[in-house]
């Protein structure tokens, strides 16, 4: 089937804006992950979907970052008023479940100038 | 906080060698511990996971877990070109049931 799906690959947008990111998960996974990385580091969590469950947001940097799943699918992480240490890559990932596998989909590119 | 330490590299070994990537982790309570290749300007993809101790062998690769040392480690028998990329230790944080993960190990296969 499918895998996880993101859009847009790329966005180059300017400081202060506001940007949404969308993550399509793999049909049926019910977890759903957000990461960030940044140039030539590892991987930063963001937060994490369970179910119906409420979101785990403890990594997320600071109030302009939020994110929701709707329907249990399709989640979208929006970031606010963008600053230039915004821009990294932002991977979504999903899995069976908790402490299961997860998947990754490709990422997007974000360039906050 | 719950660490995952891995050696950044590089770390260079010649084609048809064996390759040995180290991660160490910090919660007792971890119980699943995966590998990840990320070639440069892509996405992680799932090398193998582990959740036992001992070894497990999936073709050229190899993981070992030592729940006692809180050691993981991949092998990567007659290395190739190929997988030059960064490898990603993970492991679960045991009751918060997010991944942690390091922040990976270069591996260059030289001809």
């Known amino acids: 089937g499918a895998g996880v799906s993101q859009s847009p690959s790329n966005k180059v947008t300017e400081k202060g804006k506001d940007v949404e990111l969308r993550c399509d998960p793999i049909?049926?996974?019910?977890?759903l992950y957000w990461y960030r990385q940044s140039l030539g580091q590892g991987l930063e969590f963001l937060i994490y979907?369970?179910?119906?469950?409420?979101?785990?947001k403890s990594g997320l940097p600071s109030d302009r970052f939020s994110a929701e799943r709707t329907g249990g699918s399709v989640s979208t992480l929006t970031i606010q008023r963008t600053q230039q240490e915004d821009s990294a890559v932002y991977l979504c990932a999903s899995s069976t479940g908790s402490g299961e596998t997860q998947y990754f989909g490709p990422g997007t590119r974000l360039l906050v100038l | 906080q719950k660490e995952v330490e891995q050696n950044s590299g590089p770390l260079s070994v010649p084609e048809g060698a064996i390759a040995s990537l180290n991660c160490t982790y910090s919660?007792?309570?971890?119980?699943?511990f995966f590998w990840y290749r990320q070639y440069s300007g892509k996405s992680p993809e799932l090398i193998m996971f582990?959740?036992?101790?001992g070894d497990k062998e999936d073709g050229r690769f190899t993981a070992q877990l030592n729940k006692a040392s809180q050691y993981v480690s991949l092998l990567i028998r007659d290395s190739q070109p190929s997988d030059s990329a960064t490898y990603l230790c993970?492991?679960?944080?045991?009751?918060?049931?997010?991944?942690?993960f390091g922040t990976g190990t270069r591996l260059q296969v030289t001809l």
């Open positions: 993970a492991a679960d944080t045991g009751t918060a049931s997010k991944l942690t």
């Open positions: 582990i959740y036992s101790n």
């Open positions: 979907f369970q179910g119906n469950s409420a979101p785990d």
């Open positions: 919660d007792r309570g971890s119980q699943s």
């Open positions: 049909s049926g996974h019910t977890a």
